[in-house]
Structure formats: structure tokens, C-alpha cells
């Protein structure tokens, strides 16, 4: 995480909002915000090299390396190829991908996919967003919500039972949304301009829209998975869901039948990190000791696009 916070305090001093107004309706009440020489390629090197760390991993024994990002350092290259030799995998098959908040979910399940195939032997997925940079700091109702961070996991194959590491997987998108939550300026349909007003190179959300959306696809993605595996929410021993609005996690939870203490939040302190948040809530689930060993946990992306995921896995830290 970068080490700058924002508090809600210091946004009462730049846009018409307050504490009580922003903490009331997403939860949020401090974020972090990369600095100026910060992109995110550097914020995924860091998240890379702690869990290379944490793991015991070498560099060269990862193959396959996934950053999922919605803010690359550049239209092109993309990312991975750069935080691969900054981290020391020169050799490492790398890609990004972009679903936005659903980014995370689609890098777990294509590299599953390619350790399963067994084109790849140990896969590295990042979750990388520096959302500040395409922020517009004059609209309250996206520059309260988004912040930057990066967190990653590793896939590898063991051999394992049936029934253990990734146990199932649920996607889908709905392009007829694709305008509720986006940037509108900067890609091929509508490239900048000297005449491009600056709020469309920003984020720009219909926030009624995007709460509608995740409300329901949080709740029905994770039961179609469930359903699909055999299971009920009762098997689920931890849900961590993007970390997008407080409301967005109680609705679910209550509507899930599901104990709020076995659901992740951490956007009080981190805010919406898009791709990033699923990781750093996973990281802060294993330092806190809610996330322990054998347990099944159920991962859930929903975002811009609009698009969904949502992951089934038992818990496997390596040791």
C-alpha cells in the first residue's frame, strides 16, 4: 500500500462533502494515494516481491505472471512484462488483464486454468490500481470512493485432492451498463483532444445504477457457484468480496445468510482499489488470523463492464 493516507477530513477541504456524509453512506473513512513518482507497476513489484517472501518462492521458479489493472503505466507495454524483471522473472510468461473490479477474479481463473492444462507449472496473480490518477478531485461522488493499492497470490500445482485449491469458478458480464461506470475519453472511440473536457478522462459513475447491479450479482453469482459445487453458504467458512461500499457488504451478507464476522472489510482504511482490493482484503484476513488454513473461502468480483466473478477456494498457505 502506498504510504500516504487520505482522510475524509482532507476531502471536506477540497469538494462540498463531510466525514459523516462519505462514512455513512460507503464506510470509507481513510485511503491510501500513490505518490507522485509512483505508478502502478511499482505498487505491483512490491505486492510481488512480499509474497515471493512470505512464500519462501525464488524468482525463477514462477512461470506465469498475471496483472490484473484498469490504470497500466502505459496504453502499452502492459504491465506484467515490466514488474517481472523489476521483481527478477525475466524469463516469466507475462500478460495483464482488465475487468476492472472483476480483474482479480478472471487472472485467478485463467491462470487455474493454464496450472491445470499444465501449460504453466506456478502461476503469480496481481491485483495492481493507481485509480487516483484518473480521478476527477472535483466530483464528490467518485473522489470519496477510489484509492491505490496492490496485492497478490500464488497458483501453483501440487497435486492435491479433489476438493482443495480452487474448487470452482462463475463469470459473466452485461455490456448494456457498460456506460454506469467508465472513463469516456482515451481509447479508440473517443481518443483526447485539446477540446476533451477533463472530467471525461476521469472516472465517471451512476452510482444508483452500479449499487443496483451489485447488490443483486454479488448475491446471485455466489449462489450459482455454490449451487454448482454442491455446497451452501453454511460451508463457507469466509467471504471476501470487492471492497467497494459498506451497504454493498451488509445487503449481501443479509440477504446470503451469512455471519457478518466471516465477511472481509477493509475499505474503511483502503477504500475502492478496483482489481487490488480482493488481495488486500485476502492479506489482511491472513495477518489478522480470520483466514486460516483449510478453509473455504468465496471470492467476489463485480465492477465496470458491467462484469462479475466469483471464485471458490480452500485455503492452502504454502509452507
Not at 129 to 139: A, F, G, K, P, V
Request: one cysteine or more; a negative charge; proline letters at 4%.
Amino acid at each position: 500500500m502506498p504510504q500516504r493516507v487520505m482522510t475524509n477530513a482532507e476531502l471536506e477541504e477540497m469538494v462540498d462533502t463531510s466525514d459523516e456524509w462519505i462514512v455513512s453512506r460507503t464506510g470509507i473513512r481513510e485511503r491510501r494515494i500513490a505518490a507522485d513518482d509512483q505508478a502502478t507497476t511499482d505498487l505491483a513489484a512490491e505486492a510481488v516481491r512480499d509474497l515471493l517472501r512470505r512464500t519462501g518462492t525464488d524468482a525463477s521458479d514462477v512461470d506465469l505472471l498475471i496483472v490484473a489493472t484498469t490504470t497500466p503505466d502505459y496504453p502499452f507495454p502492459p504491465c506484467a512484462p515490466i514488474v517481472g524483471t523489476m521483481t527478477g522473472m525475466d524469463h516469466v510468461a507475462a500478460y495483464d488483464t482488465n475487468a476492472v473490479c472483476s480483474g482479480f477474479m478472471y487472472g485467478i481463473a485463467q491462470a487455474t486454468g493454464m496450472v491445470e492444462s499444465g501449460m504453466a507449472r506456478r502461476a503469480v496473480v496481481v491485483g495492481a490500481e493507481t485509480l487516483s490518477r484518473i480521478m476527477n478531485w472535483d466530483d464528490r461522488a467518485t473522489c470519496v470512493l477510489f484509492a491505490d493499492g496492490a496485492g497478490a497470490v500464488m497458483i501453483e500445482a501440487d497435486g492435491g485432492e479433489p476438493g482443495t485449491g480452487v474448487v470452482g469458478v462463475e463469470f459473466g458480464s452485461d455490456g448494456t451498463g457498460f456506460a454506469d461506470l467508465w472513463v469516456p475519453a482515451g481509447g479508440t472511440r473517443s481518443p483526447v483532444s485539446p477540446q476533451t473536457p477533463h472530467a471525461d478522462t476521469c472516472i465517471q459513475m451512476n452510482g444508483r445504477e452500479v449499487f443496483r447491479f451489485a447488490t443483486r450479482i454479488l448475491v446471485e453469482s455466489s449462489q450459482r457457484l455454490l449451487a454448482e459445487a454442491g455446497m451452501t453458504i453454511a460451508d463457507v467458512d469466509l467471504m471476501v468480496a470487492h471492497q467497494a461500499n459498506e451497504r454493498i457488504l451488509d445487503h449481501a451478507s443479509e440477504r446470503m445468510g451469512i455471519d457478518r464476522a466471516k465477511v472481509v472489510m477493509n475499505l474503511d482504511r483502503l477504500g475502492n482499489t478496483s482489481s487490488a482490493s480482493i488481495p488486500l482484503a485476502l492479506a489482511d484476513a491472513v495477518d489478522t488470523g480470520m483466514l486460516e488454513e483449510g478453509a473455504l473461502v468465496l471470492m467476489v468480483g463485480f465492477g465496470a463492464g458491467l462484469t462479475w466473478g466469483s471464485v471458490l477456494v480452500r485455503w492452502e498457505p504454502r509452507t
